[in-house]
């Protein structure tokens, strides 16, 4: 159901790499810093830097504002107990095996063209579409009547799904590159804050306030009205990641990722159409990342923490997806102020945030640990599916929810910087995109399977039970992993250390470091004309923040 998706706000593709940008370097880098535009220093007079300083004050408060209220949707956490009552009439098996499974199959269809279309518009026309996604969701929920209404519901809501990657990118489009940590910062605390507060508010309203589901729903329309009309006054950016790119930059500049990869020789006078296509092709933008996508995926972090985002987040989302269904199976009360969905929701969302800040602060040697690490993790997540399988109590499956959804969001930032380290930011967005596109494919598999009627058509406890064996199979797996990793580093000896920030450097970036006169960050490549910097280790970059 709709409700169950919270969590895929706290992270999107591109959004991830522009969250590992230097952190701690609040004045760039020195001599090798150059503007957005030419490569000469320049120093702006006092009042045009305050003039700057203003601007971006009130940038950054409306981008954040905007972000806080498109996440203010209080009875979104509500939406499975108010389908199921008499308000709606609709019955468990048409809520689990009919309606929901539509989610998955048009999220797939949708993600790619949203995802270019992104781009290639430039955020804002997207973000726009979102917004009016979203009171189509609302319309739909309150006036629909049937099945195919529910369905279409579903539709509108993967739409708005998939354009969550217009707010991240957004954002970052709008600001210098040097601006780029603290601007994540803010925008990732103001949708984490909106999430918190929605639940929360809902859940007051119900609890406290005995307003009936109908009601609730008609509040998250007017505020889902307000945030159509924020977005309107969004401004629209003349620079996009892979379409819209900056003009060339001028001579002493340095050249972005995608300009310094290998273009090819020029086509000879009198060659055939056929080469040329075939030339044009060979020479795209997209064509030539991916021949350096395949180049990085030899290193074994990047494969490894690529897996565990594919198959971890799969199975992560179906139990967001359904675990409102087990509760109201657990707990099927007809009494609304008995109801805990927004306080759950609440709670999984801090602990959440907590989580990801501690993950932090988590300095160990990923190359050797990072198998056991995540065996261990998935290890707990089996348990708590199958404690929320197996209890009939409605607050132990609170419980574990939470503590499920906290110990997925402790890994999610690991994995992100284990990922990004060694990638450029064109390449970062590239495979986010495409770790996400694998996963939304295995999810739907999985729900046509297991799901939908067509398929095995189970009950929400039955797959449940198949969800705990999935993570019990995936935790065997790492730990069969961690012990070979560990058998290899006794058989070599190897008790030297990794430096924690450099397992995933490839030999001409370590090359880079040792040439580097920075110890804080490390020039990875450069976007229109400005060192991009790799991101400092994690549990380190508050320490190199106030060095900078």
């Known amino acids: 159901m709709v409700q169950k998706k919270l969590s895929s706000r706290l992270f999107t593709v591109q959004g991830q790499c522009h969250l590992q940008s230097p952190p701690g370097l609040r004045g760039g880098l020195g001599g090798m810093a150059p503007s957005d535009q030419v490569a000469e220093k320049q120093v702006p007079p006092e009042p045009e830097r305050g003039r700057e300083l203003k601007s971006w004050r009130c940038l950054v408060f409306y981008l954040c504002f905007y972000g806080f209220m498109a996440q203010m949707r209080p009875g979104e956490s509500f939406i499975t107990p108010y389908l199921l009552s008499p308000d709606k009439n609709f019955t468990r098996k048409q809520v689990t095996n009919e309606i929901t499974p539509v ?72 600001v210098r590159p040097a601006r780029y940590q603290r ?31 109908s009601m609730l729903n008609y509040i998250s329309l007017a505020f889902l009205t307000f945030s159509l009309l924020l977005a309107l006054f969004l401004k629209r950016p003349k620079r996009s990641l892979f379409f819209n790119r900056s003009a060339p930059v001028r001579s002493g500049a340095s050249p972005s990722e995608l300009d310094q990869m290998n273009v090819g020789p020029g086509r000879p006078e009198g060659r055939k159409l056929g080469w040329t296509l075939l030339d044009t092709v060979r020479n795209s933008t997209l064509v030539r990342m991916l021949w350096e996508l395949g180049d990085n995926l030899r290193l074994p972090q990047l494969r490894l923490w690529s897996v565990w985002w594919v198959f971890n987040s799969a199975g992560y989302y179906l139990i967001v997806y359904y675990v409102h269904i087990l509760w109201n199976v657990v707990n099927p009360t007809t009494d609304t102020t008995t109801v805990y969905n927004g306080g759950a929701d609440a709670a999984s969302t801090l602990l959440g945030a907590i989580t990801s800040f501690a993950a932090g602060f988590v300095t160990i040697r990923w190359a050797l640990w990072a198998e056991l690490v995540i065996a261990g993790v998935t290890a707990v997540q089996a348990g708590l599916i199958f404690l929320m399988y197996s209890t009939s109590s409605i607050w132990l499956c609170y419980v574990a929810f939470v503590l499920f959804r906290g110990s997925y969001q402790f890994l999610v930032p690991i994995a992100t910087f284990q990922i990004a380290s060694s990638l450029s930011k064109e ?64 058989r070599e000896g190897r008790h030297q250390p990794l430096p924690l920030a450099q397992e995933l450097r490839s030999p001409e970036e370590k090359a880079a470091h040792l040439l580097s006169v920075q110890p804080a960050a490390l020039p990875l490549a450069t976007e229109n004309g400005v060192w991009a910097t790799g991101p400092a280790p994690l549990g380190q970059s508050q320490q190199l923040e106030t060095k900078a």
């Not at 804002?124 to 529910?150: D, E, N, R």
Request: a positive charge; glycine letters at 6%; aromatic letters at 16%.
């Open 103 to 174: 989610l998955s199959y048009s999220y797939l269809a949708v993600l790619v063209p949203v995802f270019l279309l992104t781009d290639y518009l430039r955020y804002k026309p997207v973000l726009l579409l979102q917004a009016l996604s979203y009171i189509c969701v609302w319309l739909l929920l309150l006036f629909g009547t049937s099945v195919l209404h529910m369905q279409f519901m579903e539709l509108f809501y993967s739409v708005t799904m998939a354009a969550r990657i217009a707010y991240s990118s957004y954002i970052f489009s709008l």
């Open 183 to 213: 601007m994540a910062g803010y925008s990732r605390t103001a949708v984490l804050l909106g999430v918190f507060t929605s639940s929360v508010l809902g859940q007051l309203l119900v609890t406290v306030g005995r307003l009936s589901f």
């Open 427 to 490: 390449l970062c967005a590239l495979v986010f995109g495409v770790n996400t596109f694998l996963a939304t494919v295995l999810k739907t598999t999985i729900t046509l399977v297991v799901s939908d009627k067509r398929g095995l058509g189970l009950t929400v406890h039955e797959q449940f039970l198949i969800y705990f064996a999935y993570f019990l199979v995936m935790s065997a797996a790492y730990f069969l992993g961690a012990v070979l990793v560990g058998l290899r580093h006794l």
